[in-house]
């Protein structure tokens, strides 16, 4: 005689657990423990360094992800240097490389990576258009203000894209890297002073007559 039947209740139960088990919520993303696939760090510490560093951050912030990603992926073919300083060709390709991570994982996040990606393109494009004219026309500090209010807008872009990274990597809140280094310290102190003798410039130069 089979003494392994289960009741209509017991099997109720068990398909109720295994359903429960597929669904990703952020206590199952923080239990799974965080990955290394791309460049997790908290938004309060990508903020404050994006800005103080004048966006130099962002960089950095590219280099880490394709060298972190070439790493999990072993794909030889990616040369973080070069992606990094010309980061606007491959800008979508490390969206696109997050994005596929998430529907990987299956995880429920809405983002639009394409859409983030072109709007950072173009507004990139623009910036270094505004900085160059700028540089051209040292008597008008208008041009200045608008790179500097554009710098916010990339800054916004850029951590949509960070809080993508971090549900991927299973650290939605980016607590693994939430602190501030001594060498964060100190190029976010260089980067004020020249925000101050760059808001210094702007306030005393004078308009085009």
């Keep these: 005689m089979n003494t392994n039947h289960q009741s209509?209740?017991?099997?109720?139960?068990?398909?109720?657990?295994?359903?429960?088990?597929?669904?990703?919520?952020?206590?199952?993303?923080?239990?799974?423990?965080?990955?290394?696939?791309?460049?997790?760090?908290?938004?309060?510490?990508?903020?404050?360094?994006?800005?103080?560093?004048?966006?130099?951050?962002?960089?950095l912030w590219f280099y880490k992800n394709w060298a972190m990603y070439k790493q999990s992926s072993d794909d030889k073919d990616i040369w973080p240097v070069p992606r990094a300083i010309f980061y606007i060709f491959f800008t979508h390709y490390l969206c696109n490389a997050v994005d596929a991570k998430i529907q990987d994982q299956q995880k429920n996040f809405s983002w639009s990576p394409s859409m983030v990606a072109t709007t950072f393109v173009i507004l990139s494009i623009l910036n270094r258009l505004v900085e160059r004219f700028a540089s051209k026309n040292t008597d008008w500090g208008l041009f200045d203000a608008v790179s500097m209010s554009l710098l916010f807008v990339l800054g916004y872009l850029l951590s949509q894209v960070q809080i993508a990274i971090n549900v991927a990597c299973n650290d939605p809140k980016g607590q693994s890297n939430s602190r501030l280094s001594e060498a964060n310290w100190f190029w976010m102190l260089i980067g004020a002073i020249l925000w101050l003798l760059t808001v210094i410039g702007i306030m005393y130069t004078p308009a085009p007559t």
């Design 8 to 59: 209509p209740e017991q099997d109720n139960v068990t398909q109720s657990s295994s359903f429960s088990s597929d669904i990703v919520t952020p206590e199952t993303i923080v239990e799974a423990g965080p990955t290394q696939d791309f460049y997790v760090v908290s938004l309060k510490k990508f903020w404050l360094l994006f800005v103080l560093t004048m966006g130099f951050y962002g960089v």
